[in-house]
Nanobody, 119 residues
Framework: QVQPVESGGGLVQAGGSLKLSCANSGRTNWAVGWFRQAPGKERELVATITWNLGTTRYGDLAKGRFTISRDYAKKTVYLQMNSLTPEDTAIYYC??????????????WGQGTQVTVSS
């Protein structure tokens, strides 16, 4: 009932764009985050947003290329990714956190969506 559902991943060439969706993610006082993990690499925070005020934060990896947003009517959070590079290749996870962003590991994690960026 609480688990988010990611979609929108795929294969793109370097310099391209993708828009990921995280459905079933909107709840009052909750926060939603995008994380990613590539094989052999540590999990990275991509971006987060609070549901109530829409306050956003970005990991260093975003570098001004990514934008997180929310849609109240659809209870969905989006991650617009531009200027993609092969280093962005990873499984992208959406996480919903009832503590408002204080406990991401203890939140509800989706199954992930694969993003692959070719050279």
């Amino acid at each position: 009932q609480v688990q988010p559902v990611e979609s929108g991943g795929g294969l793109v060439q370097a310099g391209g764009s993708l828009k990921l969706s995280c459905a079933n993610s909107g709840r009052t006082n909750w926060a939603v985050g995008w994380f990613r993990q590539a094989p052999g690499k540590e999990r990275e925070l991509v971006a987060t947003i609070t549901w109530n005020l829409g306050t956003t934060r970005y990991g260093d990896l975003a570098k001004g290329r990514f934008t997180i947003s929310r849609d109240y009517a659809k209870k969905t959070v989006y991650l617009q990714m531009n200027s993609l590079t092969p280093e962005d290749t990873a499984i992208y996870y959406c996480v919903t956190d009832g503590t408002g962003g204080r406990d991401w590991p203890g939140g509800y994690w989706g199954q992930g969506t694969q993003v692959t960026v070719s050279s």
